[in-house]
């Protein structure tokens, strides 16, 4: 019964290659999120969808194209990776538009570019 | 805009030490404020929150309580153990229509026996 659930865990591919991360939540939330983590653990937010709608598009390269296909999906494909992308990505959700609310996250995916 | 500052790490306690972690914060308006705690491998868990002034948030003997005069919620515990072991993470989301979340750059806790 996991709330926020991302695959695959862990990606390690060339770089100029293309791979997507996909993520559910089963926790009936509006609004869902991508987050990157760097390797000093700073956390940025990439992108935010509110009932399937882009709210939050951060300055983040267009090789970055999220998806979400319904209120409880929302996937991220990226384009000709690049060295720089190696990162963990962790997919949120929550209750969005109100502040009180936590956001939930999923375990992250670790993508490692050779 | 709004940020997040918190003490740098790491941090390095023995079983039972008291712990503080330092976090302060610019924002406008009236934000509601949480830290979350990131074990070694996994992802982001909601340790506690508050979401006015004066509120105490606590949760498995952690508390922080939201300062307005002086922006800040500093997270403390009485008596670590090394389970508490993990990267702390002091957040807040600023008002109604927030849809994001700007987070601290987190602090590495590690507790030793």
């Known amino acids: 019964d996991t709330a926020v659930s991302q695959t695959p865990k862990y990606l390690v591919t060339q770089m100029g290659n293309d791979k997507s991360i996909k993520c559910e939540q089963n926790?009936?939330?509006?609004?869902m999120y991508w987050y990157k983590q760097d390797s000093k653990k700073f956390l940025k937010i990439m992108f935010s969808y509110n009932n399937k709608e882009l709210i939050i598009n951060e300055t983040v390269p267009n090789r970055f194209s999220p998806k979400s296909p319904d209120k409880a999906h929302l996937n991220l494909h990226i384009n000709s990776l690049e060295l720089g992308d190696s990162a963990v990505y962790f997919c949120?959700?929550?209750?969005?538009?109100?502040?009180?609310?936590?956001?939930?996250f999923g375990d992250g995916t670790r993508l490692s570019i050779l | 805009g709004d940020s997040v500052t918190q003490m740098e790490g790491p941090v390095t306690l023995s079983e039972e030490a008291f712990l503080t972690i330092n976090c302060t914060y610019t924002?406008?308006?009236?934000?509601?404020l949480f830290w979350y705690v990131q074990y070694p491998g996994e992802g982001l868990q909601l340790l506690l929150k508050a979401t006015k002034a004066d509120d105490k948030g606590s949760n498995k003997g952690f508390e922080a309580t939201y300062r307005k005069e002086t922006t800040s919620f500093h997270l403390e515990k009485g008596s670590v153990q090394v389970s508490d072991s993990a990267v702390y993470f002091c957040a807040l989301s600023s008002g109604a229509g927030s849809y994001q979340l700007t987070f601290g750059k987190g602090t590495k806790l590690s507790v030793i026996p």
């Open positions: 924002a406008t308006g009236y934000p509601s």
């Open positions: 926790l009936g939330h509006d609004t």
């Open positions: 949120a959700s929550s209750h969005g538009g109100v502040s009180n609310q936590p956001q939930h």
